[in-house]
């Protein structure tokens, strides 16, 4: 059974600090991989993909990769009340269909 | 773009009733998910297709569900009869190509009384 495992949460940070979402993944041939944020009641939007080993920013959030260690993380600095969401991490099947699987997912909550 | 447009946004039924959700995609794309999220298990995928053709439907949890993509424009998932235990949010991702980025719809909320 290929799995995504995430820390369900929550994870509280205060306003301002930096939040460490983390992820890891049992297929290794598994290439791309997605950071999706979804707020209460409303759908998962894509916020960082990443392919290749190190470090990806985009904004207040990089994405790590590990492949060797099959771990991928998702920094945000400067967190603010509006990052207080679910946030998903998901793995691409080894057959190349554009097939995902996703983790539970990790809810995060930035306190002011 | 107008993205991926999902109807109806929230349909209540009750036990023993059809139910048809409809998704159409967003133009060019030619993979489709079907998922169900629930807060006991996640997000579950329950088929896909690539150029209208379902590849898996492993994910599909009876034969009261079934899906069909008659066209790139258009796709449904129908359940028959509903129970209870159906009562989910039930969203609809398309991505360009297989590998490809998902783009998630607003999603379907069923309640099935």
């Known amino acids: 059974q290929k799995e995504v495992e995430q820390n369900s949460g929550p994870l509280s940070v205060p306003e301002g600090a930096i939040a460490s979402l983390n992820c890891t993944y049992s297929d290794r041939v598994s290439q791309s991989f997605f950071w999706y944020r979804q707020y209460s009641g409303k759908s998962p939007e894509l916020i960082m993909s990443i392919y290749s080993n190190g470090d990806k920013e985009d904004g207040r959030f990089t994405a790590q990769l590990n492949k060797a260690s099959q771990y991928v993380s998702l920094l945000i600095r400067d967190s603010q009340p509006s990052d207080s969401a679910t946030y998903l991490c998901?793995?691409?099947?080894?057959?190349?269909?554009?097939?995902?699987?996703f983790g539970q997912g990790t809810t995060l909550q930035v306190k002011p | 773009d107008a993205g991926v447009i999902q109807s109806p946004r929230h349909e209540v039924t009750e036990m023993g009733q059809e139910v048809t959700l409809r998704c159409k995609p967003i133009?060019?794309?030619?993979?489709l998910f079907w998922y169900r999220q629930t807060m006991m298990r996640g997000l579950e995928l329950l088929i896909y297709?690539?150029?209208?053709?379902?590849?898996?439907d492993s994910g599909m949890p009876e034969d009261r569900f079934s899906a069909k993509m008659p066209n790139a424009s258009f796709s449904t998932l129908k359940i028959q009869p509903s129970e209870p235990r159906d009562s989910a949010v039930y969203f609809c991702?398309?991505?360009?190509?297989?590998?490809?980025?998902?783009?998630f719809g607003a999603g379907t909320r069923l309640s099935v009384l």
């Open positions: 133009s060019g794309h030619n993979s």
């Open positions: 991702a398309t991505a360009g190509t297989p590998g490809n980025i998902q783009y």
């Open positions: 297709f690539n150029n209208n053709v379902p590849i898996d």
């Open positions: 998901a793995a691409d099947g080894s057959s190349n269909t554009g097939k995902l699987i």
